[in-house]
């Protein structure tokens, strides 16, 4: 049976802001290594699947810069949603996307976040390869769990249920119950009490599989899909019309937290969703007084040369430079991000307050800094 | 008597980096008002003084800008020191100078420094042109002092003495004693103990008895002063290696704490040396949360609409701007400085490390950030 794998690369990265912006989100940025992140994903999807059977899921105006940045993806690999509708609704058009593709033929699908962190790709490919084969062979949905390491809040949390027989080299469990978010004495309390793992936001099932599933819990969506797939070869807009009538909603919400037939799959392969600028710099290396820099490369600043900060008396710093010239004095639990247009101070453990930045953006019509 | 005022502005407004440059120190820049520090200064004593009788101290490397800043005085009331060498040889250089241009007249000179606030201006006038009165008719080295509003380290003090009688209509004291900046505990006990005015480094004195004082307290200046007033007709060279011989030593220091016949007049006229980010923060209007935002002209951005700043949740901040965005989150009691090559963030308190920064720059030879 035919295995692809969907990247869904529309998010708008904005816990990265103002590094992150809605015409280059963080998916498409070098944040940890020379190659941006939905690089990165792709990359090491080598040599489990090939480029054929790779497609990217993102907003139109992100197309260019997908062909751009995977140049050896085929072009109609390249999904483009209408909107943005959250994940349920851009699963389905993948979904739809491969039914018209491949009319008649079922296939074993895994889709896969474009920005997060895997350090141990090797592994990462085992399992998936295991996922791929479970998911083939029964009609359940799989997720990828991570071992949680410390009581994250960011997180969701997926409690194993019992231990599933089966003959592939990894653990298989029935997953119990999806938890969003936990508070931290919650997240405590999952850590003490073990068999939790956090939820990677992979998934792998048949689309056979996911029809049934959304035919179960989330029955519009199901009965859009023959129209969505009719509307894959024809007009943007039909496309859009039926798209945009789709409920906006999340696929753990609507469809993994309600479904019995899920399975999940511990993997171990050095997660990290990189989901905030202090998860990024968790994930690099700190100075002697636990300050991270990160330095972008200074495009607009031609061939000056990257101005190294200058760090005194300061901890626990996290400095994202454009090249300019960065001196912090003094200062403790600081992310200072330097930007062409824009400067951002925010202390540590506030970041989720970002989002009030980009709000007060949003009604001042400063577009140009979204 | 001839009364002329010699403004001090060969600073390097350190305590300002990274607005203040060493191409373009404080005392250059409109900080407080649409105008200079030194323009501000200069503007201050008209009516008192006509141009003719203002002179500008400075650095070669500022001839052009004063000249710029100062289009109506005359280009011969530029006075450039050949180097940095504190205050005590850069009033000698005024002095010879003024020698050289009026041979055999004695005059009164005022000594004032170029990047302070005064906000009433009708006061100070009257109160220096008594200070000319009073230093025409006597013998004496005149200060002018504040009366202190809060117990400040960053100030000297001046305890004053008895009481001079004094037509005039100040009050006079003869000073008796200097104190450099005090530790906290001591500057508390003489607000406490009352009789003391903060030294605004104001001095205004005869020639000859400057001149007397030197020859009393710095007797290798005084012997280098008829040397020093013939370079002033001659080549550069000549007069660079005098003033290189003399003494590397404050007015203060090397005259004022020493000599017996030192008055003061208390003058409060709204007096403030503006000399850290904190102090300039306190003489502008803050916001509810107390951040001050200070904008300067965004030369480098053109016709970009300089962007207000979005402070959330932040307190007690001063940010200078450039017209870039600055978004403070979360953030408080910091100085956040941008500007186009170099971004400071400093906790209020740490300034007097600043110092470091530059430092580590001239280590660095990254001088083009000096």
Redo the contacts between chains.
Sequence with gaps: MRQVAAIMAGGRGERFW?LSRQSCPKQFLPLISEKTMLQETVGRLAPLLGPEDIYVVTGAQYAARVAEQLPDLPRENIILEPEGRDTAPCIALTAAYLAHRYPGEDAVLAVLPADHLITKPDLFRQILAGAFALAAAEPVLVTIGMSPSRPETGYGYIKCGEKVPWSGRHFVYRVQRFTEKPDRAAAEAFLKEGGYLWNSGMFVWRLSTLREAFQRHLPEVAAALPTLTAACGGPAEALAATFHSLPRISIDYGVMEKADNVYVIPGDFGWDDVGTWSALARLLTADADENVTIVNAPAAHGAAAV?EP?L??SKRCVVSGNG????????ED?I?V?TD???????R???Q??K??LE??RRDH?TA?L
């Design positions: 103002p101005q200058i005194l008396g300019r010239l960065v001196a912090a004095l003094g200062v600081l200072i330097d247009d824009a400067l951002l101070i925010c202390r453990g506030q970041e307050n970002l009030s930045v007060q953006l400063r800094y």
